[in-house]
């Protein structure tokens, strides 16, 4: 069923979606703090305030397939219901959803950031309209790339709904997620380590050189105490 829409009119060429999409886009990269891929559990829309009625966040339900959890009212007006739970393709012309299916696959799995350029299907009381897709990867609570922050912005009268677009332009920038560097595996221990090993006797000399003469008997008595000396002795008897 179609709906006329009364929804503030956005210019076509007024520049509002590269404004809206730079400032999404700035949010994402603080939240990265150098990670490739920042969590969807830090997206605070109070950061996000100005942009929010273009925003939305995507859960990854099937390959290729993207679920709206959130979005934006701008979202809603444009479809004239309200979008949450639909998939991100309900937006697109059935001639587009493959295309737009590829690049929202492509975002999760690279992972990779998606900037898309599109026009609006046009007919009676469907007058032109430009749009621009944003759609930014983030990991889930499991630390999969799973859930994207974007923002969808369209420029012209909406008329009657819903409007629905196809893909004219598309720009993927894919992440380079750095490696974890490789633990270093200890060399094994070699026999002669120091610390673990015996002293080495030179080729060629007797062992027995540097040892030096037994002690006599006396000399060991000599070094005793007397306890010692004493502990030596034993009391034989004679028999009667």
Request: proline fraction near 8%; charged fraction near 25%.
């Amino acid at each position: 069923m179609e709906n006329d829409s009364d929804s503030r009119v956005i210019t076509i060429g007024s520049g509002t979606g590269r404004r809206v999409s730079n400032e999404l886009r700035a949010y994402w990269e603080a939240l990265r703090k150098g990670r490739a891929v920042p969590p969807r559990s830090e997206v605070n829309p109070r950061g996000i305030e100005r942009a929010l009625e273009f925003s939305f966040v995507l859960e990854r339900v099937a390959p290729g397939m993207g679920r709206f959890r959130l979005a934006g009212m701008h979202l809603n007006d444009l479809m004239g219901m309200e979008v949450r739970g639909m998939p991100l393709s309900a937006l697109f012309a059935p001639e587009g959803r493959k295309q737009i299916a590829k690049i929202t696959e492509a975002v999760f799995s690279d992972p990779a950031i998606a900037e898309v350029e599109l026009c609006a299907e046009t007919s009676i009381g469907k007058p032109e309209m430009m749009a621009r897709l944003l759609i930014l990867p983030l990991t889930s609570d499991f630390g999969d790339v799973s859930r994207a922050l974007g923002c969808f912005v369209a420029e012209g009268e909406i008329g009657r709904t819903p409007r629905r677009f196809e893909v004219t332009g598309v720009r993927m920038t894919k992440i380079e997620i750095q490696a974890q560097p490789a633990t270093e595996t200890p060399a094994p221990l070699r026999p002669n380590l120091q610390g673990f090993s015996e002293t080495q006797t030179p080729f060629g000399k007797s062992p027995m050189q540097n040892v030096s003469a037994p002690k006599s008997p006396r000399e060991h008595l000599a070094e005793m105490t007397p306890d010692e000396r004493r502990a030596m002795f034993r009391i034989v008897r004679e028999p009667n």
